[in-house]
């Protein structure tokens, strides 16, 4: 009984204390002794936002792909919803700063097409300077930033027309160039889904 009383009480604390819906982090130790892709694996399923992905590794860049469905397109790139790109990217960007990566490419697509939809680029210089707590206090009014953060993005043309002017606006271009940069895992993972 005891047991049963202290496993209510811990589900009460840990729900008032998640109340704000952000995952909670995985530690490091937590997962210390996997491999690299059971670690990214483990990060993404423990973060909650996308059921159905992949992930492809090269060297120590990843891939995070996943299908952008039943969402416009106007939410999926611009909008501060739980399964908005901006969300999920940010959320698992900062989740899986604690594996030191180069690279971080987050890819959603369309899945009847395979046509990559949004996507953006984090190197790990750029993960070093992003502050993840400023950016949750901002991105329900400025969901746009993430674009401003990345290293690179890309909007697809058909999800860039979906937008009106207003949301063009905000964030600026339909896709941004890594500056000073040969990234191959960028320029193939950011554009294309296989």
Partial sequence: MKKLLFLILSVLVLSACGGNNEPVQLS??????????????????????????????????????????????????????????????????????????????ITSYEPSTDLTKVSALFTNETIRELDFDKWKDEKEKFP???????????????????????????????SKNVINSDSQFWEYYGSYVE
């Fill in 28 to 105: 490091f130790d937590e997962i210390q002794d996997l491999a690299l892709d059971e670690q990214v694996k483990a990060i993404i399923d423990n973060a909650g936002l996308v059921e159905d992905y992949r992930i492809v590794l090269d060297g120590n860049s990843v891939a995070v792909v996943y299908p952008a469905e039943y969402i416009s397109d106007n939410r999926l790139a611009l909008d501060d919803s739980g399964e908005s790109f901006p969300n999920v990217a940010m959320t698992l960007v900062e989740h899986l700063n604690i594996l030191d990566l180069d690279e971080i490419v």
């Fill in 144 to 174: 746009q930033r993430i674009y401003r953060y990345s290293d690179g993005y890309l909007i697809r043309g058909n999800v860039w027309e979906n937008l009106n002017e207003d949301e063009q606006e905000a964030i600026g271009n339909e």
